[in-house]
């Protein structure tokens, strides 16, 4: 048997929000959260990921301290 008065409450309908707008309901012992980032904004699963740099890590490596051969 579970003790008393020990588990926090729990609340079913818990609203999450990203830049101030509702993104998900979800269950919770908070009543809402605010996240920064999601799946909806989230460049990974948004298919914006850019890649920055076409220059591998080992070949800037190489580079920067002329250990080309």
Request: hydrophobic share 25%.
């Amino acid at each position: 048997m579970p003790k008393k008065n020990i588990h926090p409450e729990w609340y079913d309908d818990c609203s999450v929000y990203c830049d101030g707008q509702l993104v998900h309901t979800v269950a919770s012992t908070k009543p809402s959260l605010n996240v920064d980032i999601w799946s909806g904004n989230h460049p990974y699963y948004t298919g914006s990921k850019k890649l920055l740099d076409t220059e591998g890590r080992v070949d800037k490596f190489m580079k920067k301290y002329s250990l080309d051969k």
